[in-house]
C-alpha cells in the first residue's frame, strides 16, 4: 500500500523559497506535485521518474526543481522565486504515469496522494 506524507509548507514572501518533502512508501512508482488553488482545479507541477528524470509544467520550469533520495524514500519540491500565483496547497502524488511533458503534466488514473501541505506566498 502506498503511503505519502507532505511537509515543509507555509509561507514566503515573493521571491523566497521552500522546499516541499514527501516521504514515500511503494516506491517502484513515478512521482509528482500538483497543487491546487481555491475554487480551481488540481494541476501538476512537476513529475520525476523512478530514473530521476524530471519534468515540469510551464508555470514553474526554472524556478522549482524536483529530486529524489532513494535511501530516504523521500521527494523533494524545491521552490524559489516563489510568485504569489503558486499559493495553493500542494499534493505529493505516486503512480504509475505522472509525468509533465510539453508545458504541462497527465496522469494515470490509478495515483495515491497525500494529505497536502499548504503553501502561501505574499507580494
Known amino acids: 500500500q502506498v503511503q505519502l506524507v507532505e511537509s515543509g509548507g507555509g509561507s514566503a514572501q515573493a521571491g523566497g523559497s521552500l522546499r516541499l518533502s514527501c516521504a514515500a512508501s511503494?516506491?517502484?512508482?513515478?512521482m509528482g506535485w500538483f497543487r491546487q488553488a481555491p475554487g480551481k482545479e488540481r494541476e501538476g507541477v512537476a513529475s520525476?521518474?523512478?530514473?530521476?528524470?524530471?519534468g515540469y509544467a510551464d508555470s514553474v520550469k526554472d524556478r522549482f526543481t524536483i529530486s529524489r533520495d532513494n535511501a530516504k524514500n523521500t521527494v523533494y519540491l524545491q521552490m524559489d522565486g516563489l510568485e504569489p500565483e503558486d499559493t495553493a496547497m500542494y499534493y505529493c502524488?505516486?503512480?504509475?504515469?505522472?509525468?509533465?511533458?510539453?508545458?504541462?503534466?497527465?496522469?494515470?488514473?490509478?495515483?495515491?496522494w497525500g494529505q497536502g501541505t499548504q503553501v502561501t506566498v505574499s507580494s
Open positions: 502524488a505516486a503512480g504509475p504515469m505522472i509525468y509533465c511533458a510539453g508545458g504541462y503534466c497527465y496522469r494515470s488514473e490509478e495515483i495515491y
Open positions: 511503494g516506491y517502484p512508482y513515478t
Open positions: 520525476i521518474t523512478r530514473a530521476g528524470g524530471a
